[in-house]
């Protein structure tokens, strides 16, 4: 009879909408997952799987994420057991790092922080019950998900240079115009900069997932108090953006300026693919563009600019931060900018597709999140028509935006500014009006009668 009014019980759990909702989640990720696996074995790579299995052993791509992916998990945890994982995962990398050492292997830390991952995990099914075993999944489900992510975005730009085999970097080159070539000016000024502008820059953008680490930790702050995780957070967003922007780039493939107009990213490699060597000192003449055929190895991940986007968000979530990182959050979004055009990875009508792809996802996020109403529904509409009309303009007008600068360039820096405007006013509508609650008078003692 217990058995069969829990059976009962559990399927009425599965059936409510929410549980439906991540359990559908669930298994288009998974399977979204094992078709990039496929892919990637099918192109004679590695796949995110297998990358992220071989990891538990072999030295990590990137250590730095994964200590950031194990402080996301550990936002679920107590002081004291923050403590004992911290600790075991410095032990475990000691180790790793003498026995590279002794076999003169590559060196790189970061396995210890997935082995707590992992450890936490079993943790949560063998010794937990309950919310706290749901909680120490979610976040254990959070640290993966942003490793996770990292690997599926490696398999994707590896697709789309396989699959893509003509780019439209003359199109969009050729609507910079419109806005004066940026890539072109701040090229030349971080290289008047030096190497530390350099340095710094390169920093900023490559740890772009450290900083949102940083600030999905500050407002994920009180989970092990509280027991449960805010609806709307960082890592969301985040996310979203890292799985739709790599089907726009499958559509709008381009690969940059530092490759079609220049040496490669490190100076070596793309000049036998480019137009002509001109980034940064030489902006490309205003002719009529044309597909161009590229090589195989270059993602084609440029439009819209995702550093730029998740910058973007980065700075959209520190604003109900205290001041410091508010700072912080401003100054990446800076950085970044700098880094992606005076680097030459993206183009200025990159970074305006970009800031508008951002604003709507986020928009949309937030109208799930609250309930979809009026003003939910057109700001996304607005956003996506904006987007569209901005793809559609690269590809089909660009003569006539480099030939017209003066009004095409207003119109996009316009067409930009108009979503940032209807997203603040939205958000700002949306927020919670605080209520000052006034004490009641006190009556004034009255004076004794002798």
């Known amino acids: 009879m217990f058995s069969r009014i829990n059976c009962k019980s559990m399927l009425a759990a599965w059936r409510q909408p929410r549980a439906m909702l991540w359990t559908a989640a669930s298994v288009v990720a998974l399977g979204f997952l094992v078709a990039l696996e496929i892919a990637a074995r099918h192109y004679g790579t590695r796949g995110p799987i297998d990358n992220q299995v071989r990891e538990v052993v072999f030295a990590p791509k990137s250590g730095p994420l994964l200590y950031a992916s194990m402080a996301l998990m550990m936002v679920v945890l107590t002081w004291r057991q923050r403590i004992i994982a911290i600790s075991v995962a410095v032990g475990i990398d000691v180790v790793f790092f003498l026995v590279r050492w002794a076999f003169d292997a590559k060196m790189m830390f970061g396995n210890g922080a997935l082995w707590v991952l992992l450890g936490c995990a079993v943790i949560a099914v063998t010794r937990r019950t309950g919310r706290e075993r749901a909680l120490l999944l979610k976040g254990v489900g959070l640290g993966l998900l942003l490793v996770a992510g990292r690997k599926t975005g490696d398999a994707w730009l590896l697709i789309t240079s396989k699959t893509r085999p003509t780019v439209l970097d003359q199109y969009v080159a050729v609507a910079d115009h419109a806005l004066g070539n940026p890539s072109w000016v701040v090229g030349r000024m971080v290289k008047a900069t030096g ?177 979809w109403d009026r003003s939910g529904i057109q700001l996304v509409a607005y956003g996506a028509t904006v987007f569209a009309a901005l793809l559609v303009s690269y590809r089909y007008l660009p003569l006539q935006m480099a030939e017209h600068p003066w009004v095409f360039g207003p119109l996009l820096v316009l067409a930009m500014v108009s979503v940032i405007y209807g997203y603040v006013r939205t958000a700002k509508r949306w927020e919670p009006v605080a209520v000052k609650v006034v004490a009641p008078r006190q009556p004034e003692p009255q004076p004794e009668l002798v």
């Open 195 to 371: 190497p530390i502008g350099a340095h710094v820059l390169d920093y900023v953008y490559i740890q772009l997932a450290v900083a949102a680490v940083i600030v999905t930790v500050y407002q994920l702050r009180n989970v092990a108090t509280e027991r449960r995780f805010p609806s709307h957070h960082l890592v969301r967003t985040f996310l979203t953006i890292g799985l739709l922007g790599p089907a726009i780039y499958m559509i709008f493939p381009v690969v940059g300026p530092i490759f079609a107009y220049g040496t490669g990213a490190f100076g070596t490699g793309g000049e036998h693919l480019a137009v002509a060597n001109l980034w940064p000192h030489t902006p490309p003449p205003i002719a009529a563009p044309h597909h161009m055929p590229f090589d195989e190895l270059t993602p084609r991940n440029c439009m819209p600019s995702l550093h730029t986007a998740w910058a973007t968000a980065i700075f959209i979530h520190s604003r109900k931060g205290p001041r410091i990182l508010r700072y912080a959050g401003a100054f990446w979004l800076i950085a970044t900018l700098g880094a992606t055009l005076g680097f030459g990875y993206h183009y200025g009508t990159d970074i305006i597709a970009g800031v508008v792809f951002t604003l709507t996802i986020e928009a949309g996020l937030r109208a799930i999140e609250r309930g």
